[in-house]
T-cell receptor
Framework: NAGVTQTPKFQVLKTGQSMTLQCAQD?????MYWYRQDPGMGLRLIYY???????DKGEVPNGYNVSRLNKREFSLRLESAAPSQTSVYFC??????????????FGPGTRLTVL | QQQVKQSPQSLIVQKGGISIINCAYE??????FPWYQQFPGKGPALLIA???DVSEKKEGRFTISFNKSAKQFSLHIMDSQPGDSATYFC???????????WGLGTSLAVNP
C-alpha cells in the first residue's frame, strides 16, 4: 500500500518549458488535491477534484492545468513555466467523507525550480 | 483573506517544555479542526483533530483545546522532544466542503 505517490521528486526547468507532475493514490479515495508550498505562505490550493470527472480551481490556479485521468490519478501541468512557479508541489487525497471528515493524505512532494 | 490565523510563526522550546500553538477562525460554519505535522522534506500528515462538540482532545503528548465562543483552538505538546521539531499547520473545514482552510504554519524547534 503505497499511499500517495508523486513523480518526479525533483525537476529543473527553463522559463517557458512545459511539464506534467504526476500523482497517484491507491486508497480508493474520491477527492484529490494539488498544493504548492512556499516559505511563509503555508499550503496554497492550486486545483482539486472532488470526485472522478470533476475539477475545480483553488486559490492559485493561474498558470496551471489539471487532469483527473481516473479515480487513482490526478496530474498537474505547467504549460509555460515561470520563475514564480518555483516551489514544492504536493498532491493529496481524501476519502470516506462522512466517516473521517476531510483527512488528507499527502505525497512526498515535487521540488520544482524554474530558471 | 486568511480565514484561519495561526501564531506564532516560529517557536523554540527546551526539551521537556510545553509547546503551544494557537489558531483563530471567523467562519462559524467550520466543524472540523485538524492539526498537521510536517517534517523537513516530507509531506504534511494528520496529527490530531477535533470537532466543536468537545472542548479538548488528547492523544499521547498532544492535546487540542477548543474554545467555540472565542473561535480559537490550540495545540499543546507536553514534554516536548527534539523529535517533535517540525512545522505544524492548523486547518478548518465546513460540512460538505471538500477543501481545508489552512493556517500559515508554525516552525517548532525543540532544543536538546
Amino acid at each position: 500500500n503505497a499511499g500517495v505517490t508523486q513523480t518526479p521528486k525533483f525537476q529543473v526547468l527553463k522559463t517557458g518549458q512545459s511539464m506534467t507532475l504526476q500523482c497517484a493514490q491507491d486508497m480508493n479515495h474520491n477527492s484529490m488535491y494539488w498544493y504548492r508550498q512556499d516559505p511563509g505562505m503555508g499550503l496554497r490550493l492550486i486545483y482539486y477534484s472532488a470526485s472522478e470527472g470533476t475539477t475545480d480551481k483553488g486559490e492559485v490556479p493561474n498558470g496551471y492545468n489539471v487532469s483527473r485521468l481516473n479515480k487513482r490519478e490526478f496530474s498537474l501541468r505547467l504549460e509555460s513555466a515561470a520563475p514564480s512557479q518555483t516551489s514544492v508541489y504536493f498532491c493529496a487525497s481524501s476519502g470516506f467523507w462522512r466517516t473521517l471528515y476531510n483527512e488528507q493524505f499527502f505525497g512526498p512532494g515535487t521540488r520544482l525550480t524554474v530558471l | 483573506q486568511q480565514q484561519v490565523k495561526q501564531s506564532p510563526q516560529s517557536l523554540i522550546v527546551q526539551k521537556g517544555g510545553i509547546s503551544i500553538i494557537n489558531c483563530a477562525y471567523e467562519n462559524t460554519a467550520f466543524d472540523y479542526f485538524p492539526w498537521y505535522q510536517q517534517f523537513p522534506g516530507k509531506g504534511p500528515a494528520l496529527l490530531i483533530a477535533i470537532r466543536p462538540d468537545v472542548s479538548e482532545k488528547k492523544e499521547g503528548r498532544f492535546t487540542i483545546s477548543f474554545n467555540k465562543s472565542a473561535k480559537q483552538f490550540s495545540l499543546h505538546i507536553m514534554d516536548s522532544q527534539p523529535g517533535d521539531s517540525a512545522t505544524y499547520f492548523c486547518a478548518a473545514n465546513a460540512g460538505n466542503n471538500r477543501k481545508l482552510i489552512w493556517g500559515l504554519g508554525t516552525s517548532l524547534a525543540v532544543n536538546p
